[in-house]
DNA sequence: TGACTGCTCACAAACGATTGTGCTACGTGC
DNA sequence: GCACGTAGCACAATCGTTTGTGAGCAGTCA
């Protein structure tokens, strides 16, 4: 095989598209050790300037990509974060991913998604997933189904950090991110008092899950602060569907003194609520007020446009990677739980509010659209 | 240090709150050595049936998970998968990837989650930021701004399975799921002139993305093959918003002899005519039958409801899941890339069809909708 | 008895990066 | 001339898992 002429000194080589170069490559090339490659690219202070110089060019040169899984094993440390979500659907969940990627991204994370479909065996199994995966921490938004929460103990037993958000688990033992619900539905009640309703109707989620119980809290904070009283006659509770709010609107209209205005702890449930009133020959908002939950996109295409409340998505993901990043960087130790409540904005439109029935040219908003006009080749 | 008293001998460390549990803690405890642990884990048949039972019970005891990052380290080969998307936000991205999500938790992969943001240094980054992590194969949908594709043939140099989905490279050397946008347009225009129309007008995206292009191309056929003329005053291109959609049927209605149908590209641009025409006093269907494309939720609610086209976002998820894991099972050689096409789903309503005219009943699919009736403590 | 097969398992070298420790050479102060 | 500090680098162990090689032993067949 060995050519007999001496071309060729058996080439040191560069590898030129094999896969990829390790430190131990570089190393070579320069004639040092792999020691010095790594402190010269992490900026270590034994090394000279002129070496790290050497360093730096030949790792550009050769597009060195350090390989973040012996890192990672080396050092005990990863730079992953884990994501356990319901669901990747609709506008909440996706919206919260979006910035919680964004967030992570800029600390030099990537995230790994799971989703539990609501199933709690299913939950246990993804945090089992990205234990193995060694996450540096975790961010989770509880299955509807979980109510066993021992496999968050374990968790917290391996020290790694963990973060609820939107579905926490309750009490100030967790790091927590949630809406302030209560406010929501604080105000979205106050505001359809101002518009003078006195009969205002709610329409409530199933009270277990702790965002529909504070919207209703909120509800009634509203009502005995104007020194209404609160009537659980007008309180429908059910799991929030459209054809559920349209349902419930029927039984709140059979009533002998029906409502003239309603809160909906869901959009969904508020547009249902708003088609059968509209069925039934109501004006809208002149008879019947309505105000919704969550700002979903199709409430700026409801005719008249949907008032709701705006649920942060995407600050909630912020504020959540912040959080976990801070307990990451703190070493796991000496960290009391905290939690974050983020204020929701109320989005007033044609529903709640006569004067702006002209909304037939409010835009509805397109993720794409902040891209449009961007130089394209 | 050592007590005199011989109790305790050195404790076997059943690690009981300690952090994770390792092979060699598995095989001190059973006197043998790591490599009999971890052939039995991975039902080696060097294992005897008695001695891979000891181990099993043993690992489960005490909870043993796998150190995937070691692993993959040794075997050169992770179970991660890489997800490059423009964004996550709307309707289709989110639900690509929650197929895709579904199909790689089945094979026992994770996935990593990247943004490009529609820009192509920012996907460059990405691809660079999932080698670093030693994923097994990536999912890409190219950025808006991406011209240059050598970032990609470095990943090919690396042997790296990739998989395009809805936005690809163009050619047949690359693995592609995509939907057929041509049979989309031609499927939606055929319906209108099923419908008795004869002037139908165009709303085209830019023409540089494929997408739009084959949209645009279907339109033509279906217009051909009924032996109409290609009329290009009847075709408007924009960016697909919702306000762009408006002002183009402006332009539309102002011809000498406007059109009775019309499909647009996007159903952002649909809504948007959608309501202009309304604004003009036109009746839709009656008037002018609308189509639009990509089944986004406020179709749903839009009065009328929208025609459109269904672009199977969940099963393009897994056919891209489908098509990067039998890459990756076939170790990269000797394996031809392939396009998959999804065949699209006309979804007739209102806006195009004067009969289903009672569309105040439809309902609104909620994703929490699925989970509703779920066991709940 | 010897060769052979099959089974069960241990040894030890990887994978690629990190890091405590130690070595050399040089300069300084006295 | 000696002790000492410091800069610059190498050695080698280590993270947890995988795997080629081979050892020990029992049984089978000739």
């Given at each position: 095989?060995?050519?007999?002429?001496?071309?060729?000194?058996?080439?040191?080589?560069?590898?030129?598209?094999?896969?990829?170069?390790?430190?131990?490559?570089?190393?070579?090339?320069?004639?040092?050790?792999?020691?010095?490659?790594?402190?010269?690219?992490?900026?270590?202070?034994?090394?000279?300037?002129?070496?790290?110089?050497?360093?730096?060019?030949?790792?550009?040169?050769?597009?060195?990509?350090?390989?973040?899984?012996?890192?990672?094993?080396?050092?005990?440390?990863?730079?992953?974060?884990?994501?356990?979500?319901?669901?990747?659907?609709?506008?909440?969940?996706?919206?919260?991913?979006?910035?919680?990627?964004?967030?992570?991204?800029?600390?030099?994370?990537?995230?790994?998604?799971?989703?539990?479909?609501?199933?709690?065996?299913?939950?246990?199994?993804?945090?089992?997933?990205?234990?193995?995966?060694?996450?540096?921490?975790?961010?989770?938004?509880?299955?509807?189904?979980?109510?066993?929460?021992?496999?968050?103990?374990?968790?917290?037993?391996?020290?790694?950090?963990?973060?609820?958000?939107?579905?926490?688990?309750?009490?100030?033992?967790?790091?927590?991110?949630v809406l302030d619900d209560r406010e929501g539905g604080y105000l979205s009640t106050r505001h359809l008092l101002?518009?003078?309703?006195?009969?205002i109707?709610h329409l409530a989620g199933?009270q277990?899950?702790n965002i529909y119980k504070n919207r209703r809290q909120g509800y009634f904070d509203a009502l005995r602060e104007a020194?209404l009283?609160a009537?659980?006659?007008?309180v429908?509770?059910?799991?929030?569907?459209?054809?559920?709010?349209?349902?419930?609107?029927?039984?709140?209209?059979?009533?002998?003194?029906?409502?003239?205005?309603?809160f909906a702890a869901g959009?969904?449930?508020?547009?249902?609520?708003?088609?059968?009133?509209?069925?039934?020959?109501?004006?809208?908002?002149?008879?019947?007020?309505?105000t919704g939950f969550?700002?979903?996109?199709?409430?700026?295409?409801?005719?008249?446009?949907?008032?709701?409340v705006?649920q942060?998505?995407?600050?909630?993901?912020?504020?959540?990677?912040?959080?976990?990043?801070?307990?990451?960087?703190?070493?796991?130790?000496?960290?009391?739980?905290?939690?974050?409540v983020?204020r929701p904005e109320l989005?007033?439109?044609?529903?709640?509010?006569?004067?702006?029935?002209?909304?037939?040219?409010?835009?509805?908003?397109?993720?794409?659209?902040?891209?449009?006009?961007?130089?394209?080749?």
């Amino acid at each position: 095989m060995a050519s007999p002429k001496k071309t060729e000194p058996a080439a040191p080589a560069p590898t030129p598209t094999g896969s990829s170069v390790s430190m131990a490559d570089l190393a070579r090339e320069l004639g040092v050790s792999m020691t010095t490659i790594s402190r010269a690219l992490s900026d270590h202070h034994s090394i000279g300037p002129a070496m790290k110089q050497k360093v730096l060019r030949l790792a550009k040169k050769y597009n060195y990509q350090p390989n973040r899984l012996a890192s990672a094993l080396r050092k005990g440390k990863s730079k992953l974060l884990g994501i356990v979500v319901p669901y990747i659907e609709g506008r909440f969940f996706p919206s919260v991913v979006h910035g919680i990627e964004t967030a992570a991204s800029k600390a030099g994370y990537n995230v790994i998604i799971c989703q539990s479909n609501e199933d709690m065996a299913q939950e246990r199994r993804n945090l089992e997933s990205l234990l193995s995966a060694q996450v540096a921490g975790i961010l989770v938004s509880l299955a509807r189904t979980t109510n066993d929460f021992r496999h968050f103990d374990k968790l917290r037993n391996r020290g790694l950090p963990l973060v609820f958000f939107d579905r926490v688990v309750e009490g100030d033992a967790v790091n927590a991110v949630v809406l302030d619900d209560r406010e929501g539905g604080y105000l979205s009640t106050r505001h359809l008092l101002q518009q003078g309703r006195r009969r205002i109707a709610h329409l409530a989620g199933p009270q277990h899950l702790n965002i529909y119980k504070n919207r209703r809290q909120g509800y009634f904070d509203a009502l005995r602060e104007a020194g209404l009283p609160a009537d659980e006659s007008l309180v429908v509770y059910n799991d929030m569907a459209q054809e559920q709010g349209a349902e419930a609107l029927r039984q709140l209209l059979a009533l002998p003194n029906p409502p003239d205005g309603l809160f909906a702890a869901g959009d969904y449930a508020a547009l249902g609520a708003l088609q059968e009133a509209q069925r039934q020959g109501l004006r809208v908002p002149e008879d019947l007020a309505i105000t919704g939950f969550s700002n979903e996109t199709f409430t700026l295409v409801a005719r008249p446009t949907i008032t709701t409340v705006d649920q942060r998505c995407e600050e909630m993901g912020q504020a959540a990677v912040r959080l976990l990043l801070e307990m990451i960087d703190n070493g796991g130790e000496g960290f009391s739980p905290r939690q974050v409540v983020l204020r929701p904005e109320l989005v007033v439109r044609g529903s709640s509010t006569p004067g702006d029935e002209d909304d037939s040219h409010v835009a509805v908003r397109n993720p794409a659209d902040k891209f449009v006009g961007s130089p394209v080749a």
